[in-house]
């Protein structure tokens, strides 16, 4: 469905271990990037 919708980009926190769907993402050009959340150095109770 998302090949289908026209989405370009992905987004993730956390993978899933289906390598058949990132092959057919990557096929379909959707690029897939990981998010890796990072700590705020003035507030760190504020995650970015």
Excluded: W
Excluded at 16 to 22: A, F, Q
Excluded at 31 to 44: I, K, L
């Amino acid at each position: 469905m998302l090949i289908n919708a026209g989405i370009r980009q992905i987004v993730y926190l956390d993978g899933y271990p289906d390598h058949l769907s990132l092959a057919m993402l990557k096929e379909a050009g959707i690029e897939c990037r990981h998010f890796v959340p990072t700590v705020s150095p003035a507030n760190p109770e504020l995650v970015l």
